[in-house]
DNA sequence: GCGTCCAGGTCTACC
DNA sequence: GGTAGACCTGGACGC
């Protein structure tokens, strides 16, 4: 059996060591965002950014996904029924036990994540008069910006990018989700979920050195376990409602968190610049990549937020979605990701 | 095969 | 308040 706050679930260990969940029950119902609203750019993201784990799955316009919700393991089945310009989102939620009163809370939820009430006309007024904006919100109309899993599974996402190239950084997520995740099994499917706080707080630094070679990251990710697990913390959902600055501020109150992870944290808001995206917005801005990339990230930071403003935020997340074609139309060689 | 370097930052001691 | 140096690990690279 396995406790997570007042879920009890019935549950077997995987091959890594992952407990595996079958939810059995489920509930459908359909969210209709504010268009445009383009579900395939949205949920499987250009740049291969994870909606909610990067092991779900996306085929043929339909995305089998998984994540906890209020303490809760949810398996969802997502699929878009309408275009781009009158989408409809067809949702089935899976889980191990009867909703009961918790339906009304992940539909909530889930449209706040997926970005369906957030309107993109003001933004795209601003884009479509600047030199570089206008090529992204031409090739990726309608991609709206989610919102994460959960603090935890977004922090532990910047601890593992962090001092390591992305192949060993994908190591170390996959080590922990497969070791100390769920693996929700729903509609046939199969797909593992970030672990929770109460799930690696009981875990030693020691152990987490030496199974998923975290090095000196794992005593960060115990630390923020320990913090995260007490639900005293405000969600990524609390953040999103507070004024931008104040978000970050709490963020980086946190065990690990500087400055650039807060801004990949941080809802809706930040330009996160790092050894890889100062060289592309700095051939972006300045034609060129900077020498000691180090040395001009503050300098190309600060020249993002002075084109784009309240908009910066929006602004790096549409280009890093779109650099392929924006390589081809300015032409400017960018790295991908 | 072996040694060296360094990578999608953050923290801390020191000045 | 500003900044240099340490930090795990493993892949890439040169020899």
Not at 9 to 14: L, M, N, S
């Amino acid at each position: 059996m396995l406790r997570q706050g007042a879920e009890v679930y019935k549950a077997t260990i995987t091959a890594t060591g992952a407990s595996l969940v079958r939810l059995e029950k489920n509930f459908s119902f359909v969210l209709s965002p504010k268009a445009p609203y383009n579900f395939e750019l949205t949920a499987k993201k250009p740049a291969g950014w994870d909606l909610f784990t990067p092991f779900e799955v996306f085929e043929e316009g339909t995305m089998w996904t998984a994540l906890h919700v209020d303490g809760m393991l949810v398996g969802l089945k997502l699929k878009s029924t309408e275009e781009t310009d009158s989408p409809r989102i067809s949702v089935t939620a899976f889980l191990a036990r009867e909703p009961d009163d918790k339906e009304e809370t992940i539909k909530g939820i889930l449209a706040e994540k997926l970005g369906v009430n957030d309107e993109l006309s003001q933004f795209y007024g601003f884009a479509r008069r600047d030199p570089i904006l206008k090529h992204a919100v031409d090739d990726l109309y309608g991609m709206h910006d989610t919102l994460g899993g959960s603090v935890f599974d977004l922090a532990i996402l910047t601890i593992c990018l962090q001092m390591a190239p992305l192949k060993r950084s994908e190591q170390m997520m996959e080590c922990l989700v497969s070791r100390y995740g769920r693996v929700a099994e729903f509609d046939g499917r199969r797909v593992a979920a970030w672990p929770v706080p109460s799930e690696i707080s009981v875990v030693s630094i020691k152990e987490l050195e030496s199974r998923c070679k975290l090095g000196y990251r794992a005593k960060y990710v115990i630390q923020l376990a320990k913090i995260l697990e007490g639900g005293a913390f405000p969600t990524l959902e609390d953040l999103a409602r507070l004024p931008a600055e104040e978000s970050k501020r709490r963020l980086m109150e946190l065990p690990g968190i500087g400055d650039y992870s807060a801004d990949i944290i941080n809802p809706r808001a930040g330009f996160p610049i790092d050894a890889w995206s100062v060289d592309v917005f700095g051939k972006l801005f300045f034609g060129r990549e900077p020498k000691n990339a180090r040395d001009a990230i503050e300098r190309v930071k600060k020249e993002g937020i002075r084109r784009w403003g309240r908009w910066s935020w929006m602004a790096f997340f549409y280009v890093a979605q779109d650099l392929e074609n924006l390589s081809k139309k300015l032409n400017v060689k960018l790295r991908l990701q």
